[in-house]
C-alpha cells in the first residue's frame, strides 16, 4: 500500500504485506484514516488473519494506524525495537508540546488543525503504540509461517531502526532507510545510517521496497546510496545548502519523477541546516 505525501499534509509511509500460510504480516501501518482503510481492503481481499504488524520505526506515518489495526484485530502482535520508548519522552514529547502552543496561536488553518489534532491524539495513547515483541538484535522470525530475516540498525533514521530481508521473494522492505524524494534526516544518525544502508546491499535482494517512494532495483539501491553519503558529506563540508540540494536531485534523477524534484531540494536544504546544527551529534548515541 503506497503511502501518500500530500501538499500541506504529513506523509504516510508505505505499508507492505506478507501473506503466509498461517495468516498475513504487516510491516507499518501509515498515519491517516485513509491509509488504515487500504489496509483493511488489502487484508480483506486477501481473506487472512492479522497476525503479526512489523513496524520499521517508531516515527508517526508508519505507527499510528497500530492503534485501529489492533483493535480490529484482537491477538495480532506488534514487532519494533525498543526506540520508542525514548521518542515518548523526548522527541515526540517535544513535538507534541510545540504543537499545542501552535494550535494555541489560532493562526491555524481546519486543515492543518485536524494534521496536528490527529497526531496529538495518537501521541496521547502512545504507550499503546510500544511493541508486544522487542526486537533487541538482528534474527530470523518465522510469521504467519514465513522465514523473515528481521535487522536491526541502531542508530540510523532513528535509535532503532528495523528492516526486513524475504529471501522466498529476495525483497527488501527498509523503512526510513530509504525514503524519497529526500532522506528524513530529523531523528537521524548518518552515520549509522550508512553502515545500515551497506548491510542492506550487502543483501541478495532483487527488489527493495522504501519507506517513501516506489520500490526500486538493486541499481536504484546504488544510485540511493551513493546519493546519500554524497550528501551526508556535503553537508559536512563548506557548500552551500542550496549546492548540497542541487546535486541530491542530480544523484537521484532516477529515482524521483521530475514533479517531485522541487520538494526533494527544499527538503535537502532544510537537512543540511538541520545537520550543520549538530542533529547528528544528538542522535548518534546507541
Ligand atoms: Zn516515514
Not at 540510523?156 to 522492505?173: C, E, M, Q, S
Not at 523503512?175 to 531523528?187: H, I, K, M, R, S
Not at 550543520?276 to 551529534?281: F, L
Amino acid at each position: 500500500m503506497p503511502g501518500s505525501f500530500a501538499p500541506g499534509h504529513q506523509p504516510d509511509g508505505n505499508s507492505v504485506i506478507f501473506q503466509g500460510p498461517n495468516g498475513v504480516v504487516l510491516v507499518d501501518t501509515g498515519r491517516h484514516k485513509d491509509h488504515v482503510a487500504a489496509i483493511e481492503q488489502a487484508l480483506a481481499e486477501r481473506n487472512g488473519r492479522l497476525v503479526a504488524i512489523v513496524n520499521t520505526h517508531w516515527h508517526l506515518d508508519h505507527v499510528s494506524g497500530n492503534l485501529a489495526l489492533k483493535a480490529a484485530h484482537p491477538g495480532v502482535r506488534v514487532y519494533a525495537s525498543n526506540a520508542i520508548d525514548g521518542a515518548l519522552t523526548g522527541f515526540l514529547a517535544d513535538s507534541a508540546k510545540s504543537a499545542r502552543a501552535y494550535l494555541a496561536t489560532e493562526k491555524v488553518g481546519p486543515d492543518q488543525r485536524a494534521e496536528i489534532e490527529g497526531d496529538l491524539a495518537t501521541f496521547d495513547r502512545g504507550t499503546e503504540l510500544k511493541p508486544d515483541v522487542v526486537i533487541g538484535r538482528s534474527q530470523e522470525f518465522r510469521l504467519a509461517g514465513r522465514r523473515l530475516r528481521v535487522e536491526l540498525a541502531r542508530p540510523a533514521a532513528t535509535a532503532g531502526d528495523v528492516w526486513l530481508y524475504d529471501p522466498a521473494t529476495r525483497v527488501v522492505v527498509a523503512g526510513d532507510l530509504v525514503t524519497l524524494p529526500a532522506p528524513f534526516l530529523d531523528t537521524a544518525c548518518p552515520e549509522g545510517w550508512q553502515h545500515a544502508l551497506d548491510s542492506v546491499a550487502a543483501t541478495p535482494f532483487v527488489t527493495l521496497i522504501p519507506g517513501h517512494g516506489a520500490p526500486m532495483t538493486r541499481g536504484g539501491f546504488d544510485a540511493y546510496r551513493t546519493a546519500f553519503a554524497g550528501f551526508v558529506g556535503c553537508a559536512a563540508g563548506k557548500d552551500s545548502p542550496e549546492t548540497c540540494a542541487d546535486r541530491w536531485v542530480a544523484a537521484t534523477a532516477s529515482l524521483i519523477t521530475p514533479a517531485d524534484a522541487p520538494a526533494g531540494r527544499r527538503m535537502a536544504i532544510y537537512y543540511v541546516g538541520l545537520l550543520r546544527g549538530g542533529s547528528a551529534a544528538r542522535y548518534c548515541v546507541a
